[in-house]
């Protein structure tokens, strides 16, 4: 079993920075990747940021250039730095890991981004 623990949600102002945090703990020995998602209301979860074991990142077109993911995959730990942030970014954000036992998903961390 795989725990994942996000913290750094909240409200902010259209422009500003936020920065969100994944620790993950239990079983991971054998992380592939560890990663962002979000979901607006009445909107699908859709994928922010990951970063792989190789330390390779991957972002949607919607986020690039003003969101970073960084961390220690080994160590089961992420960053994700959103800065210049729209009130299209609204959305609760998901940290998730796939290890070799399995897909976890985080409880989800609130970003609300309005003047």
């Known amino acids: 079993q795989v725990q994942l623990a996000e913290s750094g949600g909240g409200l902010v102002e259209p422009g500003r920075s936020l920065r969100l945090s994944c620790a993950a703990s239990?079983?991971?020995?054998?992380?592939?990747?560890m990663g962002w998602y979000r979901q607006a209301p009445g909107k699908q979860r859709e994928l922010v940021a990951i970063?792989?074991?190789?330390?390779?990142?991957n972002y949607p077109d919607s986020v690039k250039g003003r969101f970073t993911i960084s961390g220690d995959i080994a160590k089961g730990t992420v960053t994700l730095q959103m800065n210049t942030l729209r009130p299209d970014d609204t959305a609760v954000y998901y940290c998730r890991t796939i290890v070799a036992t399995g897909d976890y998903w985080g409880q989800g961390t609130q970003v609300t981004v309005s003047s």
């Open positions: 970063m792989h074991h190789t330390k390779n990142t």
């Open positions: 239990g079983r991971i020995d054998s992380i592939y990747l």
